[in-house]
């Protein structure tokens, strides 16, 4: 027979191999894979769970930004000047 030692120490180390080896896959997926992104195809951008509608941003040398978002018949262009001034404007046709 065993002495209990042995036995709790065997044990033991069939715990330990059993819980990193079921720890190490989780954590190799989460640092190998990079963080999933929207397809180009779609007009909406997944945001902290919520559809966000994908607009075409131009940016200038100066900072300041153009940016429209097609909505069925409508288009919303949005800018903001270098100086900090924003302006959005809705057209429908």
Same mark, same amino acid.
């Given at each position: 027979?065993?002495?209990l030692?042995?036995?709790?120490?065997?044990?033991g180390?069939?715990?330990a191999?059993?819980?990193?080896?079921?720890?190490?896959?989780?954590?190799?997926?989460?640092? @190998?894979?990079?963080?999933?992104k929207?397809?180009?195809? *779609?007009?909406y %951008?997944? #945001?902290? $769970?919520?559809r =966000?509608?994908r @607009?075409?941003?131009v940016?200038?040398?100066?900072g300041? *930004?153009?940016? %429209?978002? #097609?909505? $069925?018949?409508? =288009?919303?262009?949005?800018?903001?000047?270098?100086?900090?001034e924003?302006?959005e404007?809705?057209e429908?046709?």
């Amino acid at each position: 027979m065993k002495p209990l030692y042995l036995t709790l120490a065997a044990g033991g180390v069939a715990a330990a191999l059993l819980a990193f080896g079921a720890v190490a896959p989780a954590s190799a997926q989460k640092s @190998g894979e990079p963080q999933a992104k929207t397809p180009a195809n *779609w007009s909406y %951008e997944i #945001r902290n $769970g919520r559809r =966000v509608p994908r @607009g075409n941003r131009v940016t200038a040398a100066d900072g300041s *930004w153009r940016e %429209e978002v #097609r909505d $069925g018949a409508c =288009v919303t262009v949005r800018t903001m000047s270098a100086s900090g001034e924003y302006r959005e404007s809705r057209e429908c046709d």
